[in-house]
């Protein structure tokens, strides 16, 4: 199990970058990382998704060093819509029943201020 | 646009009644998943299904039951509600394909017990 740490919460302004680290030092080989968004009283949301060096989609970037032992969220000139909570998954869990279980961290609270 | 529903959004019920949270998923998706979140606090998965009439349940122990009848469909049923039942409730699900998996999580129902 490869088990995630990410900082509880981070405050910004609008128009900033926003760089969220996550720590996952037993990553697997197959491992790959996934971030989500989640709103007050909504699902989380898919974000974004990479194996290794860097990936980038309309709204994000992730970054992953070669030793895939963390993982780097960056967000471009955040707006206040962007405050939320930001979780960071790490692999899928093969149980001996031969299912897969995804377990959440306790992600980053990201605060907007203008 | 969802492809996963969830009904009812909002219950407010009282103690002792049995409720039925429905979760629909339009995507053909093999796993499904039951995870419970109270407000401000993380996710906790309670049940997941990687197949019809295969059910098997997550880290956080529930007195919640699950069903998978059919592929599309993925209820959670409470015979007794108590008021510590009261939170909300998020269904998702994910297809297996090469590599990595994503999950994609329903609105949410959100229990009150009385």
């Known amino acids: 199990l490869a088990k995630t740490t990410q900082p509880i919460s981070m405050d910004s302004y609008e128009g900033q970058e926003v760089n969220i680290t996550c720590s996952h030092n037993?990553?697997?080989?197959?491992?790959?990382i996934t971030w989500y968004q989640q709103f007050p009283s909504q699902g989380p949301r898919f974000i974004i998704q990479?194996?290794?060096t860097k990936v980038t989609n309309e709204v994000a970037s992730l970054f992953i060093p070669a030793d895939r032992k963390s993982s780097t969220l960056s967000l471009p000139r955040v707006s206040l819509s962007d405050t939320a909570v930001y979780y960071c998954l790490v692999g899928d869990i093969w149980t001996t029943s031969g299912t897969y279980k995804y377990i959440f961290g306790t992600g980053t609270r990201l605060k907007v201020l203008a | 646009e969802a492809d996963i529903y969830q009904t009812p959004r909002y219950l407010v019920i009282g103690t002792g009644k049995k409720i039925t949270l429905e979760c629909s998923q339009t995507?053909?998706?093999?796993?499904m998943y039951w995870y419970q979140q109270d407000p401000g606090m993380e996710l906790h998965l309670i049940h997941y299904s990687y197949g019809v009439n295969s059910t098997e349940k997550g880290d956080l122990s529930s007195e919640s039951t699950v069903s998978r009848i059919r592929t599309e469909h993925f209820p959670l049923t409470l015979e007794s509600a108590r008021p510590s039942h009261t939170s909300q409730y998020l269904c998702?699900?994910?297809?297996?394909?090469?590599?990595?998996?994503?999950?994609?999580f329903g609105a949410g129902s959100r229990l009150t017990v009385l």
């Open positions: 998702a699900s994910s297809t297996s394909r090469a590599g990595a998996n994503v999950l994609t």
């Open positions: 995507m053909g998706h093999d796993k």
């Open positions: 990479g194996y290794k």
């Open positions: 037993n990553i697997a080989t197959n491992d790959y």
